[in-house]
């Protein structure tokens, strides 16, 4: 009879043992599950705040992590997954908007913003979301006249191709057909002085006039000209 109820006592206690490790999570096992679900986006990428040069991206994820985005000509080939994970990294907070401000952008320039979401887990938004943006023409100051011409203001600097660009295709002002000034208009401009009080910024400024390879400049502030290879990045102001 003794060895019976200690028979019985030892496997009431084995049962309860073997209860508490599953209820605690013991036997082998870690208790938790591995989190494998990607980051949801409960505010899709949006834009706000656009200028000539800048604009600024609002998205909002279900969880902390890292953002990326990667801004590109919109006539260029849409972006995968892994070449936006390469481009720039701003910090996520779970159902907090996030806002990085996006710079270095051409003027008057459709634009993709691509962007994907990483948690902390490594876990990657496998679809990549985009928005699309047009930089502004932002001026600086009024038009001029000098002679039979008239200057828009200048705009950031670009390079010579984009600059030429602008100029020839946009409509600037509600008025189409504007181009380049020729190094010999900017000397003028220069010396004339028309410009000053205007608020430009007065420094070297694209011409249309080539030089074997390269392209003239003049600086506005000092009247010295210069000559320029095409992607260096220099001021703009178109005359019609």
């Not at 953002?67 to 907090?96: D, E, H, M």
Request: glycine share 8%.
């Amino acid at each position: 009879m003794k060895n019976l109820i200690k028979k019985y006592l030892t496997s009431a206690a084995l049962v309860f043992a073997v209860a508490i490790l599953t209820a605690c999570g013991g036997g082998g096992s870690s208790g938790s599950t591995p989190d494998t679900t990607a980051p949801i986006t409960t505010a899709a990428p949006a834009v706000s705040a656009t200028t000539d040069t800048a604009t600024t991206l609002a998205v909002t994820v279900n969880e902390n992590g890292t953002g990326y985005y990667l801004a590109q000509p919109a006539a260029a080939a849409p972006a995968t997954q892994a070449q936006v994970l390469l481009g720039t990294s701003f910090t996520l907070t779970a159902n907090v908007p996030a806002t990085p401000t996006i710079t270095g952008l051409t003027f008057n320039t459709p634009y993709t913003i691509y962007f994907v979401a990483k948690d902390a887990a490594n876990n990657v938004q496998a679809a990549v979301q985009n928005v699309a943006v047009t930089t502004a023409p932002t001026t600086t100051a009024g038009y001029v006249t000098q002679g039979s011409l008239t200057w828009m203001p200048v705009t950031s600097t670009d390079t010579w191709t984009n600059a030429n660009t602008y100029c020839t295709t946009s409509t600037i002002n509600g008025v189409t057909g504007w181009r380049m000034p020729t190094r010999l208009e900017l000397s003028v401009l220069y010396t004339i002085g028309a410009m000053n009080g205007q608020g430009w910024t007065l420094n070297y400024t694209w011409s249309s006039t080539p030089f074997v390879a390269n392209y003239y400049s003049v600086s506005l502030g000092n009247g010295l000209v210069n000559t320029n290879a095409d992607a260096t990045p220099l001021y703009v102001s178109c005359v019609h």
